[in-house]
């Protein structure tokens, strides 16, 4: 089993780090609720286990982008 961190684009998953899954792999997602909100390295870290800066970094910037996301655009 593999863990992926990824963000919701608005139509697919978006891994935030190169994956080695096969193409039509079957998958099991959990969407976090209220991540945003409660953002912190506290939280992230008891979710993903062992997160480093930088991929703490990375994740939190990838949840801001999907804040820029227009909905009405879909």
Same mark, same amino acid.
């Given at each position: 089993?593999?863990?992926? =961190? *990824?963000?919701? &684009?608005?139509? @697919?998953?978006?891994?935030? !780090? $190169? /994956?080695?899954?096969?193409?039509? =792999? $079957?998958?099991?997602?959990? /969407? %976090? &609720?209220? /991540?945003?909100?409660? %953002?912190? +390295? +506290?939280?992230?870290?008891? #979710? *993903?286990?062992?997160?480093? !800066?930088?991929?703490?970094? &990375?994740? +939190?910037? *990838? #949840? +801001?982008?999907?804040?820029? @996301?227009?909905? &009405?655009?879909?």
């Amino acid at each position: 089993m593999e863990t992926v =961190q *990824a963000y919701y &684009d608005g139509s @697919v998953f978006v891994p935030i !780090e $190169p /994956v080695s899954i096969r193409i039509n =792999q $079957p998958v099991v997602v959990t /969407v %976090l &609720d209220d /991540v945003r909100e409660n %953002l912190t +390295k +506290k939280t992230l870290l008891s #979710l *993903a286990g062992s997160l480093s !800066e930088e991929g703490y970094n &990375d994740f +939190k910037r *990838a #949840l +801001k982008d999907t804040e820029e @996301v227009d909905v &009405d655009g879909w």
